[in-house]
Structures are given as structure tokens and as C-alpha cells.
């Protein structure tokens, strides 16, 4: 029964409370009780704002730290991105200045019929041990080369085919022991035979005594002979060798060609050599 009408009683009591309060708030008699329990509450509201703000900014942070790393990410990909077509137009600019040289080459030499090639192969040792320096090209009987046919560039004379296939063809190099080109000085019109020789150098031997051979000077293919054009440049003299009891004078010639970094050529394909065909291979059949 107690119990029964405690429950009866409360919501009565509750009603009671609430308007003893409402009566006691009007009058003014709750403020210090009021004041009492905002002081209370105080720090725990404090602390709790605190928590929300700390919350709210590590919240923040790690939003900041998301778009961040994305953004990292983003730049990443582009720097990426600008890299390899800043190293794609670094090869297309030197793609065009190889082709503009070899352009500059056919207009100075109108008369001459000229294909180019690529390089695709290499052999230049520069062991003494290793005489053979030769390139190998990626055109061949298809595109109407032959044997001794003339390969330039503009900064000068390569060589010569020496062997051509389906597909390639195999450029005997002036600095090979086995080449010999007939040469003659600018200035003077110094006649001689440029040779290469086993450290990959060049010679130019049989200079007649009576000739006058400048150091600095310039040296071209003289046509003699008939295995190559005129006017090819070659190289520069750089030493000069001359006894007076022999009948010649020799020469070194620094070449103008860069062989170690050969990568497009001219052939001259309109250019009939008269001799030194007899020691060329022209049926070979491996690259």
C-alpha cells in the first residue's frame, strides 16, 4: 500500500516542486541558488567547451592532413608528368638540330644525292688491341645502298660502306687502320693520305717535302683517286712530323667528327667510286 501510494503521490509532488520553484524564481529567491550551482557547473562547462574545441580542431587537422597528403599527391604526379615532357622535348630538340645539320649539308652540297640513316650499332674500340670501328646503320639494299658508297655528316667525313644487307648496312669508319682517304690541306694545297690508325687517331702520310703543312690547318678530301668526293671536310692538323733526310712529311689531323656519339648520317648515293672496291664484301648477309 505504501508503495502504491508513494507512486500516486509523486507525479503530485512533481507538480508541486515545479510550482513552488516557478513561484520561488519569480520572486527572486532562486538567484543566489542560481549563482550557487552556475559557479559549480562553471569549470565543467569550461572544460567541456574545451574538449569540444580541441575535438573540433584535431578534427580539422586531420582533414588539413587528408587534403594535404592529396594535394602532395596531385603535385607529385604533375611534377612527374612535366618531367618526362621536359625530357620529351629535350629529344625532339635534338631529334631537329641532327636533322637540321644534315638539311644544312645537302643545301650546301646541292649537288650531290643524299640519303639519310640512323645508327643502330656500334664497334669503336679504343684499345689498340681492337682494330676494328665501324657502324652499322638501319637501311640497306632496300633503299639503294652499295658498297663504297660516301657516309657524312655535316660536321664532316664518316666513311664508307663497306657491307650492306636487307634492312642494314656496315660503315667502314676513316679511323679504322684499314681506311685511307686522299686529303689535301686548305691553306696550302698540301696533297697526302689520311690513315687511321690502331689508337683510333688520324695520320695523314706521303705529304711530299716541298709542301708547306700549317698546324691549324684545315683538311678535305682531295677527290684523287676517285673513292670519294672533294670537299668532304675531315679534320684539323695538329702536329706535324717533317726529317729532311725522307722523302715525306706525315701529319696528325684531329677529325671534326665525333665518332663515340654518331647517331643520324648521309650517304651520298649518286657517287660512283672508280676504285677500292675489290676489298669490300657487298653480299653479306648478317646485321
Not at 81 to 93: A, H, K, M, P, T
Not at 117 to 123: K, L, P, Y
Not at 199 to 227: A, C, E, W
Request: proline fraction near 4%; avoid cysteine; hydrophobic fraction near 40%.
Amino acid at each position: 500500500m505504501n508503495r502504491e501510494r508513494l507512486r500516486s503521490l509523486g507525479p503530485i509532488l512533481l507538480i508541486v516542486l515545479a510550482f513552488a520553484g516557478m513561484v520561488l524564481h519569480s520572486t527572486g529567491q532562486l538567484r543566489s541558488l542560481e549563482g550557487l550551482l552556475i559557479r559549480a557547473t562553471t569549470p565543467f562547462q569550461e572544460l567541456l567547451t574545451g574538449a569540444t574545441t580541441q575535438l573540433g580542431e584535431l578534427a580539422q587537422t586531420a582533414r588539413d592532413l587528408r587534403d594535404l597528403r592529396q594535394r602532395n599527391e596531385e603535385l607529385a604526379a604533375e611534377n612527374a608528368r612535366l618531367l618526362l615532357d621536359n625530357v620529351r622535348l629535350r629529344e625532339i630538340q635534338a631529334e631537329a638540330a641532327l636533322l637540321r645539320d644534315l638539311l644544312n649539308f645537302k643545301q650546301a652540297n646541292p649537288g650531290y644525292e643524299a640519303r639519310g640513316a640512323r645508327v643502330i650499332g656500334r664497334v669503336i674500340g679504343h684499345d689498340p688491341n681492337n682494330l676494328q670501328r665501324f657502324v652499322t646503320l638501319d637501311v640497306g639494299r632496300e633503299a639503294g645502298l652499295a658498297p663504297n658508297m660516301p657516309v657524312t655528316t655535316d660536321r664532316g667525313l664518316v666513311g664508307r660502306i663497306r657491307e650492306v644487307g636487307d634492312g642494314w648496312s656496315r660503315v667502314l669508319l676513316i679511323i679504322d687502320t684499314k681506311s685511307s682517304v686522299n686529303a689535301l690541306t686548305q691553306s696550302t694545297r698540301a696533297n697526302g693520305l689520311i690513315e687511321g690508325q690502331p689508337d683510333g687517331s688520324l695520320v695523314m702520310r706521303n705529304i711530299p717535302q716541298g709542301d708547306v703543312v700549317s698546324v691549324g690547318d684545315t683538311v678535305f678530301t682531295s677527290g684523287l683517286g676517285g673513292n670519294f668526293p672533294r670537299q668532304l671536310l675531315i679534320g684539323q692538323v695538329t702536329g706535324v712530323e717533317r726529317k729532311d733526310f725522307e722523302l715525306y712529311q706525315t701529319a696528325t689531323v684531329q677529325p671534326t667528327v665525333d665518332f663515340d656519339h654518331l647517331e643520324v648520317v648521309l650517304i651520298i648515293t649518286d657517287f660512283e667510286p672508280i676504285e677500292g672496291t675489290e676489298d669490300l664484301d657487298s653480299g653479306a648477309d648478317r646485321p
